[in-house]
């Protein structure tokens, strides 16, 4: 596939949306980045169980920081931010191939200061009843990334 998508997850808490989130990028050739600390052992068997037998396939690049991993970022590597306080809708961003997805954990999101920072790159995914806080982060990150290989072709 040419679209070379890396999905980031910021000190993700709950196994089995890594897990999930690992079959995701099995299934679409993109990477997957744990930026610890994680909320759970890697090899927590509630991640294995959610990635089943796909999880010894997988390309995870593990990093001990944000700021370590936007050290390893190429120069010109697209990064998009989610989080529930964008205004900016998903569907008004241009995804470029190889871009870097990048989510927050579970309970806490990016934080306001990463948000601040990347204001400009940063989208949310739309919701339409405000009683919803947020949608589960696997599945966040499958209408993301399936929205990006969509633009970017199959």
Known sequence: MPHNLSIVLVKPEIP??????????LA????????EPLGFDISDSRVKRAGLDYWKHLQVIRHKSFEVFL???PTDASTVLFSTKSKNSLYTKKFEKGSYLIFGCETKGLGKELIDKFSKDTFSIPQYDDRVRSLNLANAASIVVYEAIRQLGY
């Open 16 to 25: 089995t949306n890594t897990g999930s989130i690992g079959r995701l990028c």
């Open 28 to 35: 679409t050739n993109s990477t997957l980045h744990l930026i």
């Open 71 to 73: 050290n390893f970022l």
